[in-house]
């Protein structure tokens, strides 16, 4: 019941060495997190409701938005996925205008036959001291069986993008910025990230 | 000056062509924003500061995240990139270690030679009033000409990824999540943007 050879397993159509091989070219290197989030993604898109535009929601930023994107037409800057940290391994895909979807959740009460990818999930030992090659083969091994599935009914006024309202320039760093945003920019509003930025006498002026 | 053919025109290693045909395979669409993100992108990667692995910021997430995740090794999954939302049409690709960066910005001051590019920007008009093919042929004449380069120093604390603590069982919903969370998930703390959520108890209980 456990077995599986690698041409029974595909991901969204792909086959799981060929979804490693994507993952290798977009995310860098082959984690143990994506070929877990490849699977949730391929059980999440086999279960959609009624409906043509689905977009997601990652509940974690942790490699899942990674597979959403890679795996769907979902990304980060096409709006489409939203990352909604809420530090659980889970994501949902959902009907754009119902909000009526599928979530995908892994079910901790399903790991105790993989004690790798137990170990691993719930971060039992340090990273060092995982054995890398019989993590991925119980991934590979438990597929979508260690995952819980939902319905769920998305509150659309929680994922709503932003209104495209003016765009003004910021009378500090003369750069273009949402009106709504007040007076300034968020970035000279002290929210920006740079202790030090070139000064912008020097941009050209 | 302003003239340029798709031969000399290249965006980190790839024609224009192939750039747009990356943008469609992921993106979905070529949006205008994509075009202008991936010139933006190949600037801050020919002005890179010495360093080995770098970082990106991204101060909007429309559009830019997804030029950086496709021209960049960066991506939202493997943590390397993150989006700090600012609203202003931005990017930092910056030394992991010492926070040496690079910032390219759009430069509103050199928006007046393009008027297509210009209305996009600043939303002057309705996107259905806007000449795409000319807003188009703009952003390929422009290339880099319409951004601002800066040097800056990250402040590393504000991009620190999460430190990877120990993991609970959420006592409510039964899944995994930071046990620095609190007593529950997040989720169910009521961050989740569900208004229904399938019954716990019809989970498999």
Redesign the interface.
């Known amino acids: 019941m456990k077995k599986a050879t690698s041409s029974e397993v595909t991901i969204c159509g792909h086959t799981y060495d060929e979804y490693i091989e994507m993952v290798k070219a ?4 082959v ?1 143990p997190g ?1 070929a877990l ?1 490849g699977f949730m993604v391929d059980l999440a898109c086999r279960n959609l409701p009624q409906g043509e535009y689905f977009d997601a ?1 990652s ?1 974690t ?7 959403v ?1 890679l795996l769907t ?1 979902c ?6 996925l ?9 994501l ?1 895909l959902f009907e754009k205008y119902t ?1 009526n979807g599928v ?1 995908v ?5 399903k790991l105790g036959d993989w004690p790798e990818l137990k170990g691993f ?3 039992l030992k340090p990273k060092k001291e995982q054995d890398f090659e019989a993590l991925m083969a119980e991934v590979r091994l438990a597929q979508a069986s260690i995952f ?1 599935l ?6 659309l006024d ?2 709503k993008t932003h209104h ?4 003004a ?2 009378p500090l ?6 009106e709504d ?1 007040g007076e300034t ?3 000279c509003q002290g ?8 000064a912008p006498g020097s ?2 002026d």
């Open positions: 977009f995310h860098g290197h984690a994506m989030s929601i509940e930023r942790k490699c899942l938005p990674d597979a994107q037409p990304t980060v800057g096409n709006g489409w939203r990352i909604i940290d809420l530090g659980r391994f889970a949902s909000g979530r959740y892994v079910d901790s009460r999930f719930f971060r819980g939902q319905e769920v009914m998305v509150n929680s994922v495209r309202g003016a765009f320039v910021c760093c003369g750069e273009g910025y949402p945003d920019c968020l970035g929210k920006a990230p740079y202790l030090r930025c070139e941009r050209g």
